[in-house]
């Protein structure tokens, strides 16, 4: 297992930073996301339901990263 981190992410759905695991594309896991706002970057709350389907599309983009791409 691969640990990430990804210090600015620059997705369809906003600019995040992503901390992660990672076994293969397939098998991604983000720890710890923040997403960037007008007033700077905020914590999402990894126990909501919308931070988790936000999870869930970006993880299709990350299969791209080239940080995870190399997998």
């Known amino acids: 297992m691969m640990e990430f ?3 600015r992410f620059e997705s ?3 600019i995040f930073k992503v901390l992660g695991n990672c076994q293969s594309p397939d098998k991604i896991e983000v720890l710890k996301l ?3 706002s007008t007033d700077g970057w905020v914590l999402m709350d990894m126990h909501q339901a919308t931070t988790q389907k936000i999870i869930n599309q970006l993880i299709t983009e990350l299969r791209n990263h080239p940080k ?3 997998l």
Do not use: A
């Open 5 to 7: 981190s990804i210090s």
């Open 12 to 14: 369809t759905l906003g």
């Open 34 to 36: 923040e997403m960037m």
């Open 68 to 70: 995870l791409g190399s």
